[in-house]
């Protein structure tokens, strides 16, 4: 009977990812530590999504499915004008097919709790109707993070204002008094793990075999062979992030570098990543090879104490859960 009590004053968590690839395998990773701990999970998706799915992101996890619409039910992002209108629309009808979702929850008798991805700030609005707790998950690195919370602006004759300080008409700020906690999927001070994959690295879930959550249908052994053929450290992994529209004068421009260069590929990424991976990590490709190598392994080791049995992560992950218990 304790067991049994143990197992329904659980907690319920709604994982919301930003409807892209990149977030949703940073926040189905976060699921899947939670779920190894005995939380029952749930990944909200929006219909698109739910049925873009290579393979279907529940057969192998214990992980629940919910849906919600977007407006955009037949192509996702794509079926929108621009990324603007996409993001207008995801928030008018993302937060009241929200709503609905919560309350068909609560009206059950269930009081989930809701983790969101940053990029979903109106999603703490949502949470607020129904009284719920809310978590929102930084799916970017530290250093970005932190360059948004201390960024100014200063104007003539006037002291130095912080972006909470201007008009709101300005700035968009909206009062959030409720308490809510706030994730980020880093470690120490502001050393992003984003790039990696948990599953190569902490190897502890039985089930933990791939992302299991992808958009795309992933060509692995393709590209294994592809690799394979490849002498080593002569290729560069190119990457265009999740919302990257190229014109076609760019890839052209792009297609014509890559050819000239002696590289089988060249690697991309955001600006202030980009100046990390040079300037603080030092395995950018202005470093020498041996160097680059040193530095990833460096690097690969620190992160496998982090995310192991007692690792920061793993503590960080258990100071959530107690959290949601106390609560």
Wanted: hydrophobic letters at 40%; one cysteine or more.
């Amino acid at each position: 009977m304790g067991e049994e009590n143990k197992t329904r004053n659980l907690p319920h968590v709604l994982i919301f990812p930003f409807p892209v690839q990149g977030h949703i395998t940073l926040m189905s990773h976060f699921a899947k530590c939670l779920v190894s701990k005995g939380i029952k999970i749930t990944l909200v998706a929006t219909v698109f999504i739910s049925k873009s799915f290579f393979p279907n992101p529940c057969s192998t996890t214990s992980i629940d499915l919910e849906t919600i619409f977007d407006g955009f039910d037949e192509g996702g992002s794509n079926q929108a004008l621009s990324t603007k209108v996409y993001i207008q629309m995801l928030c008018f009808v993302g937060s009241n097919s929200s709503a609905t979702l919560i309350k068909k929850l609560v009206d059950t008798g269930d009081r989930p709790v809701l983790v969101y991805d940053g990029f979903l700030r109106w999603a703490l609005e949502v949470a607020k109707q129904f009284g719920i707790l809310s978590a929102v998950f930084f799916t970017q690195s530290c250093a970005i993070n932190n360059v948004y919370y201390h960024v100014n602006v200063s104007l003539p004759r006037l002291p130095l204002l912080q972006v909470s300080e201007l008009p709101s008409f300005i700035s968009g700020y909206e009062p959030q008094s409720t308490w809510f906690d706030i994730i980020y999927f880093s470690h120490f001070e502001f050393r992003s793990i984003q790039f990696w994959n948990v599953m190569y690295l902490d190897k502890r879930l039985d089930d933990d075999k791939h992302y299991g959550m992808n958009l795309f249908n992933p060509e692995t052994d393709a590209c294994r062979s592809w690799l394979n053929g490849k002498l080593n450290g002569s290729v560069v992994y190119a990457s265009f992030e999740s919302l990257a529209s190229p014109e076609a004068n760019q890839m052209q421009e792009l297609a014509l570098a890559l050819k000239g260069s002696d590289w089988m590929l060249f690697w991309t990424d955001q600006i202030t990543n980009a100046k990390l991976v040079v300037d603080v990590w030092g395995i950018g490709i202005t470093k020498k090879g041996k160097e680059i190598k040193m530095n990833t392994i460096k690097l690969k080791n620190l992160v496998k104490k982090m995310v192991k049995e007692g690792g920061i992560l793993d503590k960080n992950n258990d100071e959530f859960i107690a959290k949601l218990l106390e609560n």
